[in-house]
Antibody, heavy 122, light 108 residues
Framework: EVQLVESGGGLVKPGGSLRLSCAAS????????MNWVRQAPGKGLEWLSS????????YYTDSVKGRFTISRDNAKNSLYLQMNSLRAEDTAVYYC???????????????WGQGTLVTVSS | EIVLTQSPGTLSLSPGERATLSCRAS???????LAWYQQKPGQAPRLLIY???NRATGIPDRFSGSGSGTDFTLTISRLEPEDLAVYYC?????????FGQGTKVEIK
């Protein structure tokens, strides 16, 4: 079955760290650009970061630059998001999402995980 | 950063009616890199339309996209009860990719 399964969410104190994982199956993970997208409670979607198939091209939105690090392990079919210096405003459901390809212009994700909830609170 | 503004905020229609959702960009996309997603309550987003007008795999043909430059439209030709959802547009030409704030479609 083609799917993405996120894990690693939970409750963390402000200033703390968390590492999210996304396990991919049913497709050739190493051929696609991957992304993290989040959604705060009752709010819209916010793209956070993307990484191409070879980990050469990596991009972040300004609000997480310097605090979050995206990475991937193609041998393990896994995507990661290391989140440091967490703030209350980082509270959200975090989705792993697969691009349609590995090129500029393929950036409309056609496969999404079910999401993992991160809550930042003291 | 490109800001996408969706209207209306909420659309309330009866089954069988036509729904027209708008997405306006703060500057021209200068490309076809505009997508639409459907998010049903408690679910992850699902890709409906990419590159302005291409339906994603498995999407029924009552969903269609159009537009260019700064103005884009998602049309649902005949609403069905299962179309109850929030619909988001997204541009993926300029980093950071951005989403609109969403249009909620309610079924009367």
């Amino acid at each position: 079955e083609v799917q993405l399964v996120e894990s690693g969410g939970g409750l963390v104190k402000p200033g703390g760290s968390l590492r999210l994982s996304c396990a991919a199956s049913g497709f050739t993970f190493s051929s696609y650009t991957m992304n993290w997208v989040r959604q705060a409670p009752g709010k819209g979607l916010e793209w956070l970061s993307s990484i191409d198939s070879s980990s050469f091209y990596i991009y972040y939105t300004d609000s997480v630059k310097g605090r979050f690090t995206i990475s991937r392990d193609n041998a393990k079919n896994s995507l990661y998001l290391q989140m440091n210096s967490l703030r209350a405003e980082d509270t959200a459901v975090y989705y792993c999402a697969k691009n349609r390809g590995d090129y500029h212009g393929s950036g409309s994700p056609d496969l999404w995980g079910q999401g993992t909830l991160v809550t930042v609170s003291s | 950063e490109i800001v996408l503004t969706q209207s209306p905020g909420t659309l309330s229609l009866s089954p069988g009616e036509r729904a027209t959702l708008s997405c306006r960009a703060s500057q021209s996309l200068s490309s076809t890199y505009l997508a639409w997603y459907q998010q049903k309550p408690g679910q992850a987003p699902r890709l409906l339309i990419y590159d302005i007008s291409n339906r994603a795999t498995g999407i029924p043909d009552r969903f269609s996209g159009s537009g260019s430059g700064t103005d884009f439209t998602l049309t649902i030709s005949r609403l069905e009860p299962e179309d109850l959802a929030v619909y988001y547009c997204q541009q993926y030409n300029y980093s950071p990719w951005t989403f609109g704030q969403g249009t909620k479609v309610e079924i009367k």
